[in-house]
């Protein structure tokens, strides 16, 4: 079991930065695949960015690729979204997700059922 916590969200103008962290405890021996996704009111749940356990290699939505970047550091357990050149489109409460292994295949998992493990969430607010 794989238990998250992300932290720093808040409020930015557009234009702004944030940097958004995501904590793991629990069984964290092993690297996972993960994700962040966010979700605006009254909408679907919307895949952001992915990270691969292998290579932290990482893939983003169209929508944020170029300003967002996602990235891991194994020590402390911790993921991060650094968000830049924020818009009032990104507003929305922000989630990681983790996906337990099951092979040595490292592939990027682009939708919410694929992962296993998720954490409260963080609101982002940009405002314009």
Known sequence: Q???VESGGGLVQAGG?????????GRTGIT?????????PGKEREFVAAIRWSDSGTYYADSVKGRFTFSRD??????????????????AVYYC???????????????????NYWG?????????
Not at 120 to 128: K, P
């Open 2 to 4: 794989v238990q998250l």
């Open 17 to 25: 930065s944030l940097r958004l962290s995501c904590a793991a405890s």
């Open 32 to 40: 996972y695949p993960m994700g962040w996704f966010r979700q605006a």
């Open 74 to 91: 194994n020590a402390k357990n911790t993921v991060y979204l650094q968000m830049g050149r924020l818009k009032p489109e990104d507003t």
């Open 97 to 115: 997700a983790a996906r337990a292994r099951t092979g040595w295949s490292d592939p990027y998992y682009l939708t919410p059922n694929e992962y």
């Open 120 to 128: 409260q969430g963080t609101q982002v607010t940009v405002s314009s």
